[in-house]
Nanobody, 122 residues
């Protein structure tokens, strides 16, 4: 089970950190990803943290502004979002996959959280 939290309403240029707590699995051996879906758009890849290699990938639109991290002692993955823009407004979903690779395709993920809304005003 995945539980995302921490979303909210912020202004452009602000920072926000969202979290995703996992239960019922060996978190330290789970690849975790973040995706987002804006109104009227398809869900897109944001970031991934692979458990085995430590590799992290980011979507082009967030590279250099967002950082994914994980705390295996708390079974939690975070997404630190800096320099937020109105186009970052979306529902953010965390996802988990059993594979070790840092997948950027949503169909490769096995479990999904309920999403947390992030709204950035201009």
């Amino acid at each position: 089970q995945l539980q995302a939290s921490g979303g909210g309403l912020v202004q452009a240029g602000d920072s926000l950190r969202i979290s995703c707590a996992a239960s019922g699995r060996t978190f330290s051996r789970t690849t975790m990803g973040w995706f987002r879906q804006a109104p009227g758009k398809e869900r897109e890849f944001v970031a991934v943290s692979a458990w085995s290699s430590g590799i992290k990938y980011y979507g082009d639109s967030v590279k250099g502004r967002f950082t994914i991290s994980r705390d295996n002692t708390k079974n939690t993955v975070y997404l630190q979002m800096n320099s937020l823009k109105p186009e970052d407004t979306a529902v953010y979903y965390c996802a988990a996959r059993n594979g070790a690779n840092a997948a950027r395709t949503e169909s490769l993920y096995d479990y999904w959280g309920q999403g947390t809304q992030v709204t950035v005003s201009s």
